[in-house]
C-alpha cells in the first residue's frame, strides 16, 4: 500500500513539473525570461508571418504561459517591436560607439561605416528576417513601416549624415555635399539592396557581398572627395 502511495505522489510531482508549477523549476527574473520570449516570438513571426503569428503560438514555443506573454507584452504589436528593439538598437550602439572613438580621416569612418553594414547583412540572420516581414506586411499594416521608419532610418540616417558634414567641415568632402541630407539615403541604398537580393535569391545566387562592398565603398569616396585626395 505505501509503495502505491510513494509512486502516485511521483506522477503527481512529476505532472506538476511538467506543467510549470513543480518545486524544481526555478522562476526566471524578467531580464532572463525576455530575451527568451523574444527568441520564441523571432521564430514565429519568421515562420508565420505578422497576421499568422499569435501570442499563444509564441508562449508555446517559449515555454511559458500565455497569461506571462500578455504580462511583458499587451499585445502583438507591442511583441513585434521589441524583437525588432532587440535586434537593432545593439547595432546602432555598436555604429555609435564606432564613430565617437574613431580617430582618423573622414573617408575612413565612412568605408568602416559601409563595410560595418554589409557585415550585418552577411552575419545577422534576424534583421534579416525583421526587414523580410516589415517589406512583405507593410501594405497591410502600415503601423510596421511607420515604426521601422521611427526605430531605424530616423536613426540611421542622422549618424550617415554626421559624418559626411564632418568630412565636409574637414575639407575632405567636396563642399557641395553639404548636410549630406540627400545623399544619406542613398549611401545606404546598396546595402539594403544587398539585403534584399540575399532574402530574394538567397547566399548562393545572390550578388557576391565582398565585391558589392568594394564597389559601394570605390564608388562613394570617389563621389565624395574633393579632387586630389587620397582614397586611402
Request: charged share 25%; net charge neutral.
Amino acid at each position: 500500500m505505501r509503495n502505491a502511495q510513494v509512486e502516485t505522489t511521483r506522477d503527481s510531482v512529476g505532472s506538476a513539473e511538467a506543467a510549470g508549477a513543480g518545486p524544481t523549476r526555478r522562476r526566471l527574473a524578467p531580464a532572463e525570461r525576455t530575451p527568451q520570449i523574444l527568441a520564441a516570438a523571432l521564430e514565429e513571426f519568421a515562420e508565420r508571418g505578422y497576421a499568422g503569428a499569435s501570442m499563444a503560438a509564441v508562449a508555446a514555443r517559449a515555454g511559458v504561459t500565455k497569461g506571462l506573454i500578455y504580462h511583458y507584452f499587451p499585445g502583438k504589436a507591442d511583441l513585434f517591436k521589441a524583437v525588432v528593439r532587440s535586434c537593432v538598437q545593439p547595432v546602432f550602439s555598436e555604429a555609435e560607439r564606432f564613430i565617437a572613438v574613431f580617430e582618423g580621416p573622414k573617408a575612413e569612418l565612412l568605408r568602416g561605416l559601409i563595410e560595418f553594414a554589409y557585415a550585418r547583412v552577411a552575419a545577422e540572420r534576424r534583421e534579416r528576417v525583421l526587414f523580410k516581414l516589415i517589406i512583405a506586411e507593410a501594405d497591410r499594416f502600415p503601423e510596421l513601416a511607420a515604426f521601422y521608419d521611427a526605430e531605424v532610418l530616423s536613426r540611421a540616417l542622422p549618424l550617415v549624415r554626421g559624418v559626411l558634414r564632418a568630412g565636409v567641415e574637414a575639407g575632405e568632402f567636396r563642399p557641395e555635399v553639404g548636410d549630406g541630407a540627400g545623399l544619406a539615403p542613398v549611401l545606404m541604398a546598396p546595402a539594403t539592396m544587398a539585403s534584399i537580393w540575399q532574402m530574394m535569391l538567397g547566399e548562393g545566387r545572390a550578388p557576391d557581398l565582398a565585391a558589392m562592398r568594394e564597389a559601394h565603398v570605390d564608388l562613394v569616396l570617389r563621389g565624395l572627395l574633393r579632387p586630389g585626395a587620397p582614397l586611402g
